[in-house]
């Protein structure tokens, strides 16, 4: 009996290494092909989107005297400058509508999605003087592509938008205690994540209300992202609302 047990485990154990490393071998040719293909899918449709928080910003002009010297000589010139001062929206009305749209490459499916963008700013000059501010938008990712873009100052559409460097750059003259709605939309796509930013580092946040829809059942929000202060279920998703009046933080809106 016993010399019959030795040749059954010596059998045993040789296929349970073979079958292992058939595993091994086949999970890392799984995970080159996945990051393989992964990329060509990205490159087809998008990686994950970030949507930046869009910025305003005044510039004061100033004189600031400069010296060098050249040949010897002692220079002084007087050089023209300018002090940036950031400037809070007093609102932002934000609407995503997030559609899953998933992938098939080679054997392996990725969770595509579609993306329509529709926010609404809101900025008031509350001082006494007028002011020349510069209005800021970034795209989520300079390899996007983005349908409808529509950019609006109250209701007048800005044509002439020369992106550069990823952004657009538009200025603003704010008279006295006037406000203005300035408006973005467009329709675009990504993969694997969306998210909306406030900014960098800790940020202050007022009047910001930003509405998701999505056509799937199964949410999950990211590592590091806030959770909504409501949560709807529609006939094909979720309707998520996040809403503060003031609001001061390093977290993001993130839906994976």
């Given amino acids: ?14 296929t349970a290494f073979a079958w292992y490393i058939l595993g091994t071998v086949t999970g890392l040719r799984t995970n080159v092909q996945d990051t393989k293909l992964k990329r060509e899918v990205s490159q087809m449709w998008g990686t994950s989107q970030i949507q930046k928080a869009p910025t305003i910003s005044q510039y004061t002009p100033y004189s600031r005297t ?56 809101t900025i008031k000059n509350s001082a006494n003087e007028a002011m020349n501010t510069k209005f800021v938008y970034t795209f989520p990712t300079q390899n996007g592509i983005y349908e409808n873009f529509t950019f609006k100052i109250d209701d ?3 044509d002439n938008i020369q992106p ?57 929000f990211p590592e590091n992202s806030i959770s909504p202060t409501k949560k709807e279920k529609t006939e094909n998703g979720w309707r998520l609302t996040w809403d503060y009046s003031s609001l001061i933080s390093g977290i993001q809106i993130g839906m994976d």
Avoid at 94 to 120: C, M, P, S
Avoid at 174 to 184: G, T
């Fill in 66 to 121: 400069v010296s060098k010297v050249v040949d010897g000589t002692k220079i002084v010139e007087t050089v023209e400058d300018s002090i940036r001062h950031s400037i809070d929206f007093e609102k932002s009305n934000i609407n995503v509508d997030l559609q899953l749209d998933h992938r098939k490459k080679g054997l392996l499916w990725y969770t595509t999605y579609a993306v329509e963008f529709d926010g609404n700013f």
């Fill in 156 to 158: 007048n559409i800005i």
């Fill in 164 to 220: 550069k460097n990823g952004e657009i750059s538009h200025p603003l003259y704010l008279e006295p205690d006037k406000q203005h709605v300035i408006s973005i939309s467009y329709r675009s796509q990504g993969m694997d994540e969306w998210w909306y930013h406030f900014g960098t580092g800790v940020s202050k946040i007022n009047g910001f209300k930003l509405t998701m829809n999505t056509d799937f059942d199964d949410i999950n």
């Fill in 1 to 14: 009996m016993k010399s019959k047990i030795g040749p059954l485990v010596f059998i045993f154990a040789c």
